[in-house]
């Protein structure tokens, strides 16, 4: 049997590491002074152990609510002689001063810091205890690191305590004194988002043996300063630089660059107009270039064959054959071309191994990938465009697709616009078009992200996105090793500030879904959470009535949660829907449902039993909405009550003889083969009321309800029946000298179905497997 997308396991690094710092107290970590974290003193870990360590420890930090981060963590990594690290990737706010100057003794080689803005000059200096060993260093979007902290001149002074540094740097004073003097091994460097203030030609003139620099969105106030790397540079990204002619002339004078990226955001804002003459002198000059982006710039002139012109056949990657002028000079195909918001990515005949671009779902998914961990606006844009691919035609590579937009919602957390079509994405991802290509683990990974996005991003758009994706998936059963996280996340949704009700109706949905088929420890903890109480404080309007078959599945065979219904002036609630709803049959169902429910528990009856919710449940005896179901629920609930005595029945009217004269007759006017919309998990509320004379009506209902079930759908209540003692329980409804005639009958007619059944198992009735209807 061939594995499913996604289907391939954690390796057991992976699996040994995020457990140990799951536990880091049982596994490698005391408890010290001040409860600070401490390394104990028998750990001895090599780079590949901490390296790991550290990055898998930002990573659960980013995306797992449940792991709870540790103040001290960093410190762990203070002493060289017993931990080893040597290439960390850092991200976010999350990111301390603090934390850098921890592991300032370390020979890191690479240090990749991004979105860092918590950083501030402190971590400067121990950026300069890495000059001697540090060959990779990225400060992707780190501008504070170059600002004094706001404050006394102490807040920049190694000694100061930690609890100064919480804030996040501000930019009153700019640090003057670093330059990279010194980084004699540094070969890759990452500086996009320098502030303006900043001048790179100055900061960068130590560093003489650069082979890759990222410039992304920086202000050049001159160009030749490049050139110093003329013959070393391989790489150089100048993504959102104003280019200009003299810019352009000095990048082909780094004849060695095999990856050049001169893109623009987009067209929109593009100033300078890309030519046909200018690619073909960055073809010609570049001769060793293997990757180019030109993404979101305007082409001034023609640089394309006309169509009538082009090379016949399949699209080609020959140079030879391109469908665009420039590139029909390259020596070989480019590994990768960036034609992302150009038009040229809709030509036939394109020179590259991959393409990002928009033409397809493959230059799609190229363009997610190449741009989603530091150019999140256009990553979502190619998003949104895979968002199309997904619902209006068909993705062929789920895997890839699916793990893309994971990496981007995961990636950026805080930002709206990959949240929501991100989540809109993956919406149509998960459903019934694509499920059966999936493998548990990869729907795993999309609840989880998705759950992440409710948390953390509380725009109406991502919560709707995120609620209908988690109806893609088989609830309770998918949904179960985040139980209690979801239902906490949709009881914030259910909150009465919100003002959603399109998202409260799909809310409640997913709760329902959730406790309809758990066992009762689930729905107790539920109903501790508050969903009993959040679901009352409702309105008598659309949401409450969907809200009805939530607490009928939330109460069954829950006292507690029966108790905390009346409590929450539920009683109230039901005679205002019952008057405000009075067409609405399933709405009167799942009510009578919820109330019989209350009913079984003895304790509660006696507050059912006034002359008002009397008169109400003898008046619904002669319903006919839905079926017998109201009418069923409504004797049901009486039932109950007469089984109590009429030592009990305090009241005048009412009078007991004549409600229970009126349930004789709701019973007898059934159909006994009518199909139900209702499902029993248990007999045992209905068994009780079988061997006992106070009720002779109560054992009458008990056994038509069994005698339907058993008739209707034998291959599930048969065994259910013998399971719970039935048979032994309607041999004494036969002994009992009080039984009806009649109920008497219908015992008989259950014990020989019961009977045929376990002499032929094999039924092919082919009602049962109508019975999908919820009691609880």
Not at 218 to 242: E, P
Not at 576 to 595: A, I, S, T, V, Y
Not at 610 to 619: A, K, R
Request: charged share 25%; aromatic share 8%; proline share 4%.
């Amino acid at each position: 049997m061939a594995a499913k997308a996604g289907d391939s396991p954690d390796s057991l690094m992976t699996l040994a590491t995020v457990f140990c710092l799951r536990n880091l107290r049982k596994t490698m970590c005391y408890q010290g002074f001040r409860n600070k974290l401490c390394l104990r003193s028998d750990i001895f870990l090599p780079s590949e152990i901490c390296d790991k360590l550290v990055n898998t420890y930002m990573e659960l930090v980013h995306t797992d609510s449940n792991f709870e981060p540790e103040e001290s963590f960093f410190q762990l990594f203070s002493d060289p002689r017993s931990t080893r690290l040597t290439r960390v990737q850092l991200r976010e706010d999350f990111v301390q001063d603090r934390d850098l100057e921890a592991i300032k003794k370390q020979d890191l080689i690479e240090l990749h810091l991004t979105y860092c803005n918590s950083l501030s000059s402190r971590s400067l200096k121990a950026l300069s205890c890495f000059r001697d060993t540090l060959v990779s260093l990225c400060l992707f979007g780190c501008s504070n690191i170059f600002y004094k902290k706001c404050g006394a001149p102490l807040a920049c002074n190694e000694d100061t305590d930690d609890d100064e540094e919480e804030s996040p740097a501000s930019r009153q004073a700019l640090e003057t004194d670093f330059n990279f003097q010194g980084f004699n091994r540094l070969r890759l460097l990452n500086l996009g988002g320098l502030p303006k203030e900043l001048d790179p030609e100055t900061l960068l003139k130590p560093l003489k043996s650069l082979t890759s620099l990222d410039l992304s969105s920086v202000q050049l106030l001159g160009t030749s300063f490049l050139t110093q790397w003329r013959d070393r540079l391989a790489s150089l990204v100048l993504y959102n630089v104003d280019l200009s002619e003299e810019l352009i002339n000095t990048v082909l004078e780094l004849i060695n660059l095999r990856h050049l990226d001169i893109s623009q955001e987009s067209r929109r804002i593009s100033k300078f107009k890309m030519t046909k003459k200018i690619l073909t002198a960055i073809v010609q000059r570049l001769v060793h270039l293997a990757s180019l982006d030109i993404s979101g710039h305007i082409m001034l002139d023609n640089c394309t064959v006309p169509h009538f012109e082009e090379a016949m056949g399949r699209p080609s990657i020959e140079p030879c054959k391109s469908s665009i002028y420039p590139f029909q000079e390259l020596k070989r195909p480019l590994q990768f071309l960036g034609l992302y918001d150009t038009t040229l990515c809709n030509v036939t005949h394109i020179p590259a191994y991959k393409v990002a671009g928009s033409k397809n779902e493959d230059q799609v998914l190229n363009a997610i990938e190449a741009y989603t961990e530091l150019r999140p606006e256009l990553a979502h844009r190619a998003i949104n465009q895979l968002f199309d691919i997904a619902r209006i035609q068909h993705c062929s590579q789920l895997l890839r697709a699916l793990q893309l937009v994971i990496a981007a919602l995961k990636c950026h957390k805080y930002d709206k616009s990959i949240q929501v079509t991100g989540s809109a994405a993956l919406f149509y991802l998960t459903n019934m078009d694509y499920r059966s290509d999936q493998s548990v683990r990869l729907r795993r990974e999309v609840i989880q992200v998705v759950l992440n996005g409710m948390e953390h991003y509380q725009e109406v758009t991502v919560q709707r996105n995120c609620c209908l994706t988690l109806c893609n998936f088989s609830i309770p059963e998918e949904l179960e090793f985040q139980y209690s996280r979801v239902n906490q996340l949709l009881l914030k949704i259910l909150e009465p500030a919100r003002q959603d009700e399109s998202i409260q109706r799909i809310a409640v949905h997913l709760c329902n879904a959730l406790v309809c088929q758990v066992d009762n420890h689930h729905k107790e903890a539920v109903g501790k959470m508050g969903f009993v109480r959040m679901l009352c404080v409702s309105q008598c309007d659309q949401v409450m009535e969907f809200s009805w078959s939530a607490l009928w599945n939330i109460t069954d065979e829950t006292p507690d949660n029966c108790q905390m219904f009346l409590n929450c002036r539920g009683m109230s609630l039901f005679l205002e829907c019952l008057q405000e709803f009075p067409d609405k049959q399933e709405l009167h169902r799942n009510m009578l449902g919820l109330l019989g429910n209350v009913a079984e528990v003895k304790a509660l009856r006696p507050q059912l039993l006034t002359p008002q919710f009397i008169s109400v449940f003898s008046n619904l005896l002669d319903s006919k909405a839905d079926g017998i179901e109201v009418s069923y629920n409504a004797c049901g609930v009486l039932s109950h009550i007469m089984f109590d005595g009429p030592e009990v029945w305090k009241m005048e009217e009412p009078r007991r003889d004549l409600v229970m004269e009126k349930m004789w007759e709701a019973i007898q006017s059934w159909d006994v083969s009518s199909r139900r919309n209702i499902n029993y998990r248990s007999f045992e509320p209905i068994l009780r009321l079988l061997p006992q004379s106070i009720s002779p009506v109560s054992q009458h209902w008990a056994t038509w309800a069994l005698y339907n079930l058993v008739s209707v759908y034998p291959s599930k209540y048969c065994p259910l029946l013998i399971k719970e003692g039935g048979m032994n329980l309607l041999e004494k409804v036969l002994e009992l000298e009080s039984s009806h005639p009649e109920t008497k009958d219908m015992a008989r007619k259950v014990m020989e179905h019961c009977e045929n059944f376990k002499e032929d198992p094999m039924e092919t009735n082919a009602g049962q497997e109508a019975n999908v209807g919820q009691r609880g």
